[in-house]
């Protein structure tokens, strides 16, 4: 199994002296190719900056961190902005998707700012809108997209760069339990096909049998890990 991601013994501080704020202690774990691995903990227990850490949007105070074996711990801003352009895709509360552009410009809006705005990244574009069946809404605006549909094109978003992490915050927050649930298997099912690694904070209990793992974060401290062992199957839910 190929570790795509690796937290090793990371803390992150805020302030200092009487004043610091331990957000994350001592946290280790990793995440594998193919895995999907659901971060759950109560509010301010350091979810938030465990996943601004994955995506390289800050770096530790103390540990490493390794992303597709490459140790990214202590990068100078213009890489990180690069690592995140090259590796990782994200995917937030509400879809972020920019009001006067089309479902297909938000997907070709990556390509461009990673300067790679080609016919490939057109025919990318259309295969991942066609894969999570949005082809029919392509060239619409999001005012005109349910929330459900909106998410979707923020799931096509993240994979344009073919990212080898994903992350997600709350990816369900703003959706009924029915499309919440959709694209939590949509994001499961590219995790697995793809090989990727994926990591989702979410306060939603009945997406959690989805996930493979479910790591419980409480200040700061990672606490208990629950789900699946490696290799085994998820429970089967009698419906299937």
């Known amino acids: 199994m190929k570790t795509k991601l690796a937290f090793e013994d990371v803390s992150k501080q805020y302030g200092t002296g009487d004043n610091a704020v331990k957000a994350l202690d ?4 990793h995440v594998n190719e ?3 691995v659901a971060i759950v903990g109560p509010s301010g ?3 938030s900056t465990l996943l601004s850490i994955a995506g390289v949007l800050l770096s530790p105070s103390s540990g490493r961190l390794i992303l597709d074996g490459q140790d990214i711990t202590n990068l100078s801003a213009k890489e990180m902005t690069k690592i995140r352009l090259d590796k990782i895709g994200f995917v937030f509360q509400t879809s972020n998707l920019v009001p006067f552009l089309t479902v297909r410009d938000q997907l070709l809006l990556v390509a ?3 300067k790679k705005r080609d016919k490939e990244a057109e025919q990318k574009a259309d295969e991942l809108l066609a894969h999570l069946g949005l082809a029919h809404r392509r ?4 005012e005109h997209l ?3 549909e909106r998410q979707r094109v ?4 993240a994979w344009m760069n073919s990212p080898e992490l994903i992350l997600a915050d709350e990816p369900t927050a703003s959706l009924d339990s029915k499309r919440g649930r959709q694209v939590v298997e949509m994001l499961a099912d590219e995790v697995k096909s793809r090989r990727k690694a994926a990591i989702m904070v979410t306060h939603d209990e009945r997406v959690l049998d989805l996930c493979d793992r479910v790591l419980t974060i409480k200040d700061g401290k990672l606490i208990a890990t629950a789900g699946m062992k490696a290799g085994s199957q998820p429970l089967q839910h009698s419906h299937h």
């Open 139 to 142: 060239n619409h605006y999001p």
């Open 26 to 29: 001592h946290v280790s774990f």
């Open 154 to 157: 923020a799931i096509a978003r």
């Open 45 to 47: 227990s350091g979810k």
């Open 34 to 36: 193919g895995e999907f």
């Open 146 to 148: 349910s929330g459900g």
């Open 112 to 114: 461009e700012i990673a």
